[in-house]
């Protein structure tokens, strides 16, 4: 008989999951680890985030702007130190890959909007830097409500 995967089962359930549900659970989520982040990063990961998100201003596509999004979240999450967390995060991420999500994020996204959001994602990354956890939760709050305002009109 052969082992099936708890983890790759889950994950396969979820692939159906609207861009709505993901937005939800991000906006649980990510506020939370960006406070942890906040006392947990290091220096050079400081660092990697800035630099993440310096590439995300500097992007020339929608594509690629998600694509250093993406990251920027990603390293936030990975500075909290929690496995746990993370994993449920990587999870988000495979979802995010969806057609569903591509193709909302592209309807609603404008250069005003990315404009927007790379303020917001510079908020973040200043209550990081100051080791400010409760800022940095409300920063990410405010950003992510933004994103699921503008993509699900929410």
């Known amino acids: 008989m052969p082992h099936s995967d708890p983890i790759l089962e889950s994950t396969q359930r979820m692939h159906g999951a609207s861009p709505a549900d993901m937005m939800e659970l991000?906006?649980?989520l990510e506020p939370s680890a960006a406070a942890?982040?906040?006392i947990n990063a290091s220096a050079g990961?400081?660092?990697?985030?800035?630099?993440v998100h310096e590439h995300g201003v500097a992007a020339a596509t929608m594509l690629e702007f998600e694509e250093w999004d993406a990251a920027l979240?990603?390293?936030i999450l990975s500075c909290t130190r929690n496995?746990?967390?993370?994993e449920i995060h990587a999870?988000?991420?495979?979802?995010?890959e969806q057609p569903s999500w591509y193709e909302l994020k592209q309807r609603s996204f404008s250069p005003e909007r990315r404009q927007i959001?790379?303020?917001?994602?510079q908020e973040i990354i200043r209550a990081l830097e100051?080791?400010?956890?409760?800022?940095?939760?409300?920063?990410?709050?405010?950003h992510l409500r933004t994103v699921q305002m503008n993509m699900i009109a929410r």
């Open 26 to 28: 991000r906006v649980l």
């Open 130 to 142: 100051r080791r400010l956890a409760d800022d940095a939760e409300a920063a990410m709050r405010t």
């Open 83 to 86: 496995s746990l967390l993370r």
């Open 91 to 96: 999870i988000l991420g495979t979802l995010r």
């Open 117 to 121: 959001y790379c303020e917001q994602h």
């Open 36 to 38: 942890f982040a906040a």
């Open 73 to 75: 979240h990603r390293l």
């Open 45 to 51: 990961d400081l660092e990697k985030i800035r630099q």
